[in-house]
């Protein structure tokens, strides 16, 4: 599935059934924010979105169902890509700068997103390593020596 840009309209639509995830068109005229659109302009809107494939419909007698098949996040990430593409030469790290420059954020909250980060790679570090150090001993550790009793058997049955 890809994802393509919406523009303003589609996505003011697409923010009432991110939220609601499956409507139908009662309640999306319900849901959607003032200046309501006029019906026909919604009923467009849906079947643009239905095209592009952030929507799915299912049809309930005469009324269709219209159910999200484009979750939030990935659009998201989606914009968030394209963004720094477009405005950042596709470097995160100039964004972060223009934020910090923006004070939009603060190094207290870099620091600690790290340390947060550096938490969990290193809990995770460690039961990787911790799992590997068990493997890596079992295998090299020396061959133990086979108990008496198995000596002794083997000794009988040459005997025999």
């Known amino acids: 599935m890809k994802i393509s840009h919406l523009t303003p309209g589609e996505e003011i639509l697409m923010n009432v059934l991110w939220r ?8 999306i005229i319900e849901q959607y924010p003032e200046p309501k659109p006029h019906p026909n302009t919604i009923s467009t809107f849906l079947k643009i979105l239905v095209e592009k494939e952030f929507l799915t419909t299912h049809k309930h007698g005469r009324v269709f169902q219209y159910t999200v098949a484009i979750p939030f996040d990935d659009y998201k990430k989606y914009l968030l890509k394209i963004f720094l593409e477009d405005y950042f030469n596709n470097s995160p790290s100039e964004l972060v700068k223009l ?16 340390e947060i980060k550096e938490t969990e790679i290193s809990k995770q570090e460690k039961d990787e390593s911790s799992e590997l150090s068990e493997f890596l001993n079992e295998i090299t550790a020396p061959k133990k020596k086979k108990k008496k009793k198995e000596k002794d058997d083997k000794k009988k049955k040459k005997n025999k």
């Open 99 to 114: 934020l910090r420059e923006e004070h939009l954020l603060k190094d207290s909250d870099l620091k600690r997103f790290f």
């Open 20 to 27: 609601l995830d499956s409507a139908y068109m009662r309640e």
